[in-house]
Every structure is written in C-alpha cells, then in structure tokens.
C-alpha cells in the first residue's frame, strides 16, 4: 500500500473539497488562476475535534478549534483564515468569518470559533488560509444528526439463496459460552473493540483525506465485527459506539454516494473501491443485526455509485485497473455487492456481481475463475497476494448461492484444497509476506512476515463459507485449527494488541496503533465469527456439535419427520485442555432427530455414551446420532487429545513441534529461565505432564502449562511449554519448531 499524498495545493476549491464542492456552492471559492502554489508544501491544516452529534431539540452552540503545523521550515506566515460552515443537504451557509492571523515558524496557532445551529441535520466547516493568491484549504464534517435508533431486530435478506446452505448458524442471541473460550472472546470485546481508535478510524472521512492510504477500510472492518460480538454480548456500552460510529460515517456520504477517504484527483486509483467494500461490508451487517434502515440506504447509494463507475460500457471505469494486486483488491467488493442484492432484491446488484466475474478474465486481470479451474493453484493465481484473493473467494462462494454457476464453486473448492494441503502452516493460517509461495514452503520467523493476521481471518470466512455450504467435516477441520491457533495467537487477552505477523519462531510484535495496521481491525472479525461455528443447524435435519469448548445453545431443528422442535443443549467441558466433555439435551418434547458430533482428525479413541450405549468416531468425519431425544438426554463423550510430535517439514528439517489436541504448543523463554538461548534447545518426546497454572506469571490470560523432556547446552532438562495462542503474553521470545533430539 502506497502513502498518501499531503494536502494538496490549491487552483480550484472543487479539486480540493469533495465534501464542499458536491454539498455547498454559495462559499467563497479561491481564484482559478492564481498562480504558483507553495503554502501546501509548509504547512497543513488540523482538525482537532471529533463531529458533534446535534439533537432534535433546540439550537446548539458548537464551538470548534483548527490549528496548523509546520511540514517545513517556514519564517512567519501573515494571512487571512476564512470559515464557513454550511447544512449539507439545504446548502445554506450558517457562518462565515475571515480573520487575519499570523503563524509561527513551527505553526502551532489554534483559532477556535462558536457557530449556532438552530436546526438538525449535517454540518461541514471549510478552512482557508491566505496569503496574497497562495492558499490551503481543509474541509470537514463538523456536526451531525441521525435517526433515531429504535426496536432493534435481526433482518433477513429479501432474497433467497439458490443453492441453500446446509449448515446453518444459530441466533447469536442464544449462543453462549463459558470458560475458556469466553476469556477469550470476552477480552476480544473489553480489551479490542470498546478500546478502538475512533478518532483514528473515522477521520479520514470526516476530514478527507485520510492519512494513509487503506484507512478507509478501518470502521467497516470495526461494523463488520462488532455487529456480530453486539448480538452475542448485547454490550450495551459497543452498541452505542456502534451508532456513533454509523452515523458519522453516514453523514461523511457525499450526494453521488462516494464515501471513501480520497480527493477527487485520487478517486478509483488506489484503495478506494476497497474502503467501499468494507463500508458496504460493516454497514449491511450492521443492518442485519439492528434493521436500521439508513445504513441499508447509504449501502445502496454506493452500490449504485459502483455500478455507475465501473462496467463494461463506453464511458465506465475497468474494476481491475481501479486498485492494487490486478484487481483483486477492488475485484473483493464482490461479496458485500452479493449482500446488497440479497436485502435490496436489486438485480442491478446481481448484475454487477456477474460483470466482476467477467472482469477478471480481462487482459490485465488476475484470471480467478480460469486459473483456478485449470491450474487449481493459489500461488499462479493472478499475483498471489493472499488477503485479496481470499477475499475475492468469499465473494466468489456466495455469488455461487446466487446463480448457480460450477465454475464458481469448482474454483473456490480446487483454492480450498490447495491452501489446505500445501500452504498452511501447522497453526492454521498461511502466506509468507503476504503471498502464497510453493507448496510446502513455509518459513516462519519475524523476518519472514508469515501469517498475516488479515490473511488468517480472511481464511477462516472463506472456510466457513464453504462449510456452510456443505457440511462437511473437513472445513471444520481447518476452521478449529485456525482458531485454536493462530486467531487466538494474533490478539494478546492482556491488553487486546494485535500482531500483524504473527511468527512461530520469534516475538509477537502487538500492537495497538491503526497506523498502518490493516490487521488490527481484521483480527476482531475473526473472533466475531467464532459463536456462529460451533453449534450449527443441519438444514435437513438436527443440529451439528463442532468443538466441545463449555457453552451453550438453543433454537429450533426440523426432526426426521420435517417438523420443527425447539430444545436447549448444554455442554459442560474443559476443552481443549481436557478430552471429555459432558452434553446435555432438552427438546421441548420428544422428538428424533440427528446430533451431530464433529470428530476432530488430531484425536483418538472418541466415544459418545448415550443411555448406555456406546458409540465410537471415525477422526476427520461426524458421528451421527439419530436417536428419539427425551428432555434430560446425556451424552458423555470422551477422545483421547493425543500428544503427538509433527514434522518440521520442508522448511524446517530436522525440527518438530508439539500439539496436543487442537493445540499447538511453544517454549516461550519467559517461562524458561534456565534457557540462556531456545535456538539451542531440543526435544526428545511428546510426554506433556500437566503443571500447576500457579506456575504461570501474574495476569496471564490461560490456564494450561506443561512440562516435557528436553536437551539444552547438551544436557537433559525440563521444559516448560503453553499452547501457542498464549504464548509471548508477557513479550518472550517463543519458538514453536524446536529441534529433534541428535539433530
């Protein structure tokens, strides 16, 4: 991602204020001929105050303050501010004012100013300084009003799939979980999203242009995952930043529907269909979680901007020359446009979708469909940018729901299958400075930016599409491993940092700064999706178990006799620490239907014990329990969470690593004292012994600790391993692949 360009100098005010110019033409606009511009290169305009919400009753005095700073050495500077603030939507001017003022050699001026607004709706401010005919200009969103948000309730689209799901979530609403599993998306909640940078992710739209280039990508990304984590926790406290945060966004919309962070001169060069997406993205969920029609409104107007812009007729843009990675990037707007279309029934919507299909297949772009239904590879797909393909293959899967196409199904499943046989690594996630590399190649220090917190969320939704569409086991496979893993790694539970690359061997580098840091915002969304993936409704018939962390559900399933029942299910567990976990079953009346059990490939020996009668799982498949439920049914299950050591492979030879279940452990050198150097450690077995947690350092976010033998400096010693997902906590080195014994 490229940096984006400093405020530009001024020739004509329409060139400068997107928000202005489209909103307003009654201010004072500079001459079109003055001549060489300088100020912008010296100097640059900040906007210190967030939009101020204006309610329905009465005027409101709103005062706010603008201030400069030096980009270069200047002597100083003598001219003319002026402000004018103006309503959005009447176009009326509400204040003007030209003040002389002086700025110093390192700026720092402030000037502050009170304007009465007597009257709801959307106020934007523009600043000019002046001297002689050398300008600056900023504009900026200065106060908004929004509709009231009321009786909140799940939406569902108006259109219907073709192809049906078969695997099914349930409301979030009735899904709840304890233990480990709700440490972890409890601090994903307290410590990540309630602390977002709000500042930091909706200036760029308030006060075009952003500061990096992506930033517009940032609050869709936040809607995206808090819309979901909002419906599981019903946090009051994030359902009013969710508002706050809809509504300026929404009062950021210029009238032609662009509500990206750009300049006109920029508009479609770089990343802005991608911010586009993640708008549409995080406003439809938002949408869906709370029915606020004014977010389903804004979505349509860009999606009518979009399909205005870009298409295959004279005087439209090419989608695939419009962003970064052959047009992958803004190729990705795919999957919120299939959304669109489902809450809309807008077939203009529809008809987009299919013209990205035919885009790619154009000269200078990445050829998604026809790679990968020949070639079948990931890594000689367009460029082999991973985030962005993943993306584009979400969108690819459900426009397959829409229309019907094979060839759309048979690429994302022949990109599925290769991802999952040669390009993950043992915790779940993939890409090696962001690219897919040959098979088998996966190197995983910092240096080698492996497993792009983006990357491993964007393989998760990818994975989850395609187990809802399916069913099958294998999907679920990899959706535990990831999250077991390499999610649960990226976002540390102490503080609700992130790490971008997230390395086996090395540091966690978190991180809690936006700037520039894609990953920060896309890690939540993983753990958002976490409560719709371990209980699912078989469309046909029961209901599916996929992991046995302690939780609970409940809804309705069809029975064998297409009949609708409602029930709750308990499960009482201490997975994945333990392999046993304790299923209790309550239809509200007596009813067959199928339970199904995920049997985890990594396990061994599962067993479900119902009403006496034993059943044994086959690894990597479910075991069907299709039985007449009472209320009170118990089903007790037992696996073996086999401790097991796995082969460093290409990159790694002659090193191995430990799991034990789902988990993947590490030696981190902070539980490690005695270790002057963990590069010189070597195991030599699998025999985890269970410590006490008491072991662990104050503060730590876990309860698992393990002690195994080992080698260092030559001799035997004991080690001290935790899963992965918690190591580095306290920023200890860790390393995952340790050496085999004699190497």
């Given at each position: 991602?490229?940096?984006?360009?400093?405020?530009?100098?001024?020739?004509?005010?329409?060139?400068?204020?997107?928000?202005?110019?489209?909103?307003?033409?009654?201010?004072?606009?500079?001459?079109?001929?003055?001549?060489?511009?300088?100020?912008?290169?010296?100097?640059?305009?900040?906007?210190?105050?967030?939009?101020?919400?204006?309610?329905?009753?009465?005027?409101?005095?709103?005062?706010?303050?603008?201030?400069?700073?030096?980009?270069?050495?200047?002597?100083?500077?003598?001219?003319?501010?002026?402000?004018?603030?103006?309503?959005?939507?009447?176009?009326?001017?509400?204040?003007?004012?030209?003040?002389?003022?002086?700025?110093?050699?390192?700026?720092?001026?402030?000037?502050?100013?009170?304007?009465?607004?007597?009257?709801?709706?959307?106020?934007?401010?523009?600043?000019?300084?002046?001297?002689?005919?050398?300008?600056?200009?900023?504009?900026?969103?200065?106060?908004?009003?929004?509709?009231?948000?009321?009786?909140?309730?799940?939406?569902?689209?108006?259109?219907?799939?073709?192809?049906?799901?078969?695997?099914?979530?349930?409301?979030?609403?009735?899904?709840?979980?304890?233990?480990?599993?709700?440490?972890?998306?409890?601090?994903?909640?307290?410590?990540?999203?309630?602390?977002?940078?709000?500042?930091?992710?909706?200036?760029?739209?308030?006060?075009?242009?952003?500061?990096?280039?992506?930033?517009?990508?940032?609050?869709?990304?936040?809607?995206?995952?808090?819309?979901?984590?909002?419906?599981?926790?019903?946090?009051?406290?994030?359902?009013?930043?969710?508002?706050?945060?809809?509504?300026?966004?929404?009062?950021?919309?210029?009238?032609?529907?662009?509500?990206?962070?750009?300049?006109?001169?920029?508009?479609?060069?770089?990343?802005?269909?991608?911010?586009?997406?993640?708008?549409?993205?995080?406003?439809?969920?938002?949408?869906?979680?709370?029915?606020?029609?004014?977010?389903?409104?804004?979505?349509?107007?860009?999606?009518?901007?979009?399909?205005?812009?870009?298409?295959?007729?004279?005087?439209?843009?090419?989608?695939?020359?419009?962003?970064?990675?052959?047009?992958?990037?803004?190729?990705?707007?795919?999957?919120?446009?299939?959304?669109?279309?489902?809450?809309?029934?807008?077939?203009?919507?529809?008809?987009?979708?299919?013209?990205?299909?035919?885009?790619?297949?154009?000269?200078?772009?990445?050829?998604?469909?026809?790679?990968?239904?020949?070639?079948?590879?990931?890594?000689?797909?367009?460029?082999?940018?991973?985030?962005?393909?993943?993306?584009?293959?979400?969108?690819?899967?459900?426009?397959?729901?829409?229309?019907?196409?094979?060839?759309?199904?048979?690429?994302?499943?022949?990109?599925?299958?290769?991802?999952?046989?040669?390009?993950?690594?043992?915790?779940?996630?993939?890409?090696?400075?962001?690219?897919?590399?040959?098979?088998?190649?996966?190197?995983?220090?910092?240096?080698?930016?492996?497993?792009?917190?983006?990357?491993?969320?964007?393989?998760?939704?990818?994975?989850?599409?395609?187990?809802?569409?399916?069913?099958?086991a294998k999907y679920m496979e990899e959706i535990e491993k990831s999250i077991f893993n390499h999610l649960f790694a990226a976002?540390?539970?102490?503080?609700?940092?992130?790490?971008?690359?997230?390395?086996?061997?090395?540091?966690?580098?978190?991180?809690?700064?936006?700037?520039?840091?894609?990953?920060?915002?896309?890690?939540?969304?993983?753990?958002?999706?976490?409560?719709?993936?371990?209980?699912?409704?078989?469309?046909?018939?029961?209901?599916?178990?996929?992991?046995?962390?302690?939780?609970?559900?409940?809804?309705?399933?069809?029975?064998?006799?297409?009949?609708?029942?409602?029930?709750?299910?308990?499960?009482?567990?201490?997975?994945?620490?333990?392999?046993?976990?304790?299923?209790?079953?309550?239809?509200?009346?007596?009813?067959?239907?199928?339970?199904?059990?995920?049997?985890?490939?990594?396990?061994?020996?599962?067993?479900?014990?119902?009403?006496?009668?034993?059943?044994?799982?086959?690894?990597?498949?479910?075991?069907?329990?299709?039985?007449?439920?009472?209320?009170?049914?118990?089903?007790?299950?037992?696996?073996?969470?086999?401790?097991?050591?796995?082969?460093?492979?290409?990159?790694?030879?002659?090193?191995?690593?430990?799991?034990?279940?789902?988990?993947?452990?590490?030696?981190?050198?902070?539980?490690?004292?005695?270790?002057?150097?963990?590069?010189?450690?070597?195991?030599?077995?699998?025999?985890?012994?269970?410590?006490?947690?008491?072991?662990?350092?104050?503060?730590?976010?876990?309860?698992?600790?393990?002690?195994?033998?080992?080698?260092?400096?030559?001799?035997?010693?004991?080690?001290?391993?935790?899963?992965?997902?918690?190591?580095?906590?306290?920023?200890?080195?860790?390393?995952?692949?340790?050496?085999?014994?004699?190497?």
């Amino acid at each position: 991602m490229y940096l984006i360009k400093s405020i530009r100098l001024i020739a004509l005010l329409t060139c400068l204020l997107p928000a202005f110019a489209t909103h307003s033409q009654t201010a004072t606009q500079p001459s079109a001929t003055a001549g060489p511009l300088k100020l912008g290169k010296a100097l640059s305009i900040n906007i210190l105050d967030r939009p101020t919400y204006i309610p329905a009753s009465g005027p409101t005095v709103l005062t706010k303050t603008v201030s400069f700073s030096a980009t270069a050495s200047v002597h100083d500077l003598a001219g003319t501010l002026s402000i004018t603030v103006y309503n959005a939507a009447t176009k009326a001017v509400i204040f003007q004012q030209a003040k002389p003022i002086t700025i110093g050699k390192t700026g720092g001026q402030s000037v502050s100013f009170s304007a009465t607004i007597n009257k709801e709706g959307d106020y934007w401010a523009t600043y000019t300084f002046q001297i002689a005919s050398d300008s600056i200009t900023r504009s900026t969103l200065i106060a908004y009003s929004a509709a009231p948000h009321l009786n909140e309730h799940l939406t569902e689209p108006v259109v219907a799939k073709m192809i049906p799901d078969k695997a099914i979530p349930f409301a979030l609403e009735n899904v709840r979980f304890s233990g480990f599993m709700e440490d972890r998306l409890s601090a994903n909640l307290t410590e990540r999203l309630l602390n977002i940078d709000e500042t930091g992710i909706m200036e760029g739209f308030y006060s075009r242009p952003g500061k990096q280039t992506w930033v517009g990508e940032y609050p869709g990304k936040y809607l995206h995952a808090a819309s979901r984590v909002w419906r599981y926790s019903k946090n009051a406290q994030l359902k009013k930043q969710m508002d706050r945060i809809v509504d300026v966004l929404i009062a950021t919309q210029l009238d032609d529907g662009y509500l990206g962070t750009y300049l006109p001169a920029d508009y479609w060069t770089d990343w802005d269909v991608w911010a586009h997406k993640y708008d549409m993205l995080g406003l439809l969920s938002y949408y869906a979680a709370t029915g606020y029609k004014p977010a389903l409104e804004t979505s349509r107007r860009v999606g009518d901007l979009l399909c205005r812009t870009f298409g295959p007729s004279p005087g439209q843009r090419n989608l695939m020359l419009s962003g970064h990675h052959m047009g992958m990037a803004s190729g990705s707007v795919l999957e919120p446009m299939t959304d669109l279309y489902r809450y809309t029934g807008d077939k203009k919507y529809l008809d987009f979708c299919n013209y990205i299909i035919d885009a790619y297949e154009t000269p200078k772009g990445p050829k998604i469909i026809s790679t990968l239904t020949t070639l079948g590879k990931v890594d000689k797909t367009g460029n082999a940018k991973a985030y962005e393909m993943m993306s584009n293959l979400v969108g690819i899967v459900k426009l397959y729901q829409l229309t019907g196409n094979p060839d759309l199904l048979k690429a994302t499943q022949n990109a599925w299958n290769d991802i999952a046989a040669h390009k993950l690594y043992i915790t779940g996630t993939a890409s090696e400075k962001e690219y897919f590399r040959d098979d088998y190649e996966l190197p995983a220090t910092n240096d080698d930016h492996m497993g792009e917190g983006c990357v491993t969320t964007t393989w998760l939704q990818f994975s989850q599409a395609l187990y809802a569409l399916t069913g099958e086991a294998k999907y679920m496979e990899e959706i535990e491993k990831s999250i077991f893993n390499h999610l649960f790694a990226a976002e540390n539970p102490q503080t609700g940092c992130v790490s971008y690359y997230t390395a086996l061997q090395g540091k966690k580098p978190y991180r809690c700064t936006i700037d520039g840091h894609c990953c920060l915002a896309s890690v939540p969304r993983g753990f958002a999706i976490i409560p719709e993936l371990i209980y699912t409704r078989n469309a046909d018939n029961g209901l599916s178990v996929n992991s046995y962390p302690a939780g609970s559900v409940r809804g309705t399933v069809l029975t064998s006799d297409h009949k609708e029942v409602g029930f709750q299910l308990r499960v009482d567990s201490r997975f994945p620490e333990e392999g046993r976990a304790t299923i209790t079953l309550n239809p509200d009346r007596r009813a067959t239907f199928i339970v199904g059990l995920h049997v985890p490939a990594w396990c061994r020996n599962f067993k479900a014990v119902v009403n006496g009668k034993t059943f044994a799982g086959t690894p990597g498949q479910y075991l069907t329990l299709s039985q007449e439920w009472n209320k009170g049914t118990v089903i007790q299950v037992t696996f073996d969470l086999h401790p097991q050591l796995l082969d460093g492979g290409k990159s790694y030879p002659g090193f191995v690593a430990l799991k034990s279940g789902p988990q993947v452990l590490a030696l981190d050198q902070a539980l490690n004292p005695q270790i002057n150097d963990i590069a010189t450690v070597s195991l030599t077995s699998a025999m985890l012994t269970a410590i006490p947690k008491t072991q662990l350092p104050k503060g730590w976010l876990g309860s698992q600790i393990y002690s195994v033998p080992g080698m260092a400096d030559g001799k035997p010693t004991t080690l001290t391993v935790v899963p992965f997902a918690e190591a580095g906590q306290t920023g200890g080195d860790l390393a995952v692949w340790i050496r085999k014994t004699g190497q």
